[in-house]
């Protein structure tokens, strides 16, 4: 076994790899960009070395300062975790040329899986089913035209080089096939450098069913059974499961049979997912199965398979790579019980799953697993650490087990409703509504089920009266006091200070809300609000609300939903007014990616100004009056958070 590795990657995949790594008594180097300095993944490290500034092309992407850093610290091999490097085939190959070991599979087997059409042309070889579709090389718009309509419409353009749900565009009809190539061309350009695509029949009432695989330097593969992750918006997995909700024998036998050719067929070593689309219009049927993509690594959803298989799958990677044989035969391979992985993001579902930064203040996970289930917290963040624009905006995976789906669904709703992040817009909502989903809780899911469904998933019912009194009774000052949790319970002081009525104002969201607190003689508070709210009574209340308080802002959690209350300072406010007509700032660090008007224009109200591109993903900033600029930043600067981008000159407004 090797007695030192370096990590060639951040957050929780980082943080993971380190946890298995430690028991097996092999040390960990970690690597970090500026962002990261004083990261969990860095904390939890026996060494860390600092790869450069924080943009993933400076740091993470640098395979060149990677292998130095693994050299300088004696790290005899690397472990790519997922994203970043981890299928980067050019990469193993300077990991290799280093004297070091990649841990994971060839640069050749990479190879053979890293795009798309070549990997369907591959599997078809291999006597694995292969969504019907065009592969081929040629890409005139006619002969992909006319290829669409051989298979049928609706049909599925992708790029070849594709991830991530980029550069894919379903079509329905021919007269819109020639456009959405088009912009399949052009994102997949942007994304990938390469403009390829490949034209696919639309699979009906699809899921997204993939097989854990692992092989070994001795021509050993195995399966470890499914995971279903239909569950998918953005064309990208939020929760995941195995097994796979209705899974029949036969399908399995068929698709873990398939995976298992597919693994041999390029002489597979390490991790590794072969994800299959499957046909669900009527039911599962074993010749309703295609072969999608191979995922060369191990996946962010691997803990379910951990979790139903009761294996580590970090440490195979370890031993295989380290020249041992697969710890298991397949028949040693079983299955028990049901796990659940939700993935916690920093996004606002109901503003179309729009990624969100911000500085986690407040972050608490359930202290015990809930009843009848395990539980695992798979996280790289910590309270008090940024979800940066520069990374993914994922703040942890909660995964869960029990003896089968409602027992695991249960107790993922449950977890979900003990958890508490305040500082940045969660998911946990919108997860716990997905949870509850009827379809989602029947097992009737398919890719397009958060889709149908979204409106009904991403609502927030507006706060209840008892939320918006904690908000103000926390606001009004009486949380003066320090480590004040409950403010139902801390009136003492409170009411000896202030004995008559205190105005305060909250902001929710667009709403302003005025509350009065008093308390009475006999110590007990009222607290006041305008409607559609009703005045709440201490006496009155249920139970104690949970809450969290961080600059300018009280958070409530009412079960997995967070109401943020922003507690304006007046004097704040009348600044912020003043300068909103004659400045624009940055609302979220970020790239200033093309600037359109210049120093003395003339512009119009609405008139786009720039792009900032934060997120990955482009802001039009507009002209929020007319006016004449007086500045505007440069193309290319990377600004912070609250950065002026845009000056209007002073105006006589006549
Ligand atoms: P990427 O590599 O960009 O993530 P994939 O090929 O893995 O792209 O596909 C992503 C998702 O798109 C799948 O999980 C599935 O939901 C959907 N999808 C892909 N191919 C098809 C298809 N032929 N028919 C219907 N849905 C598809």
Redesign the pocket.
Known sequence: MFAKILIANRGEIACRVIRTARKMGVRCVAVYSDADAKAMHVAMADEAVHIGASPVGESYLRGDKIVAAALATGAQAIHPGYGFLSENPDFVDQVTAAGLTFIGPSAASIRAMGL?DAAKRLMEKAGVPV?P?YHGEAQEIVLLASKAREIGYPV?I??RA???????R?VEHPDDFSEALSGARREAKAAFGDDRVLV????DK?R?IEVQVFGDNFGNAVHLYERD??A?RR???VIEEAPAPGMTPALRKAMTEAAVKAAKAISYSGAGTI?F?VDASQGLKADRF?F??MNTRLQVEHPVTEMVTGTDLVEWQLRVAAGEKLPKTQSEITLSGHAIEARIYAEDAAKGFLPATGTLHHLKFPDAAPEGATMRIETGVRAGDAISPFYDPMIAKLVVHGKDRPTALAALGSALAQTEIAGSTVNTAFLAALAADRDFSAGDVD?GLIGRHQEALTVVPPPSGETVAAAALAASGAGAQAAFDDPWSSLAGYAHFHTVARRTRLRHGEEDILARVSVRPDGRFEVALDAPYEAVNSHDLRAVPRLARWPGHITVFEGATSYNFAVPDPLAKADEAAAASDTLRAPMPGLVKLVRVGKGDAVTKGQPLLILEAMKMEHTIAAPHDGVIAEIAVEGAQVSDGTVLVRFAEQDQG
């Open positions: 798309k969504v579709g599925l992708k790029a594709g991830g991530g749900g980029k550069g894919m379903r696919e029949k639309y699979v699809p997204h992750c239909s998918q064309h990208q997995k994800e689309i295609w999608m993509e890719t």
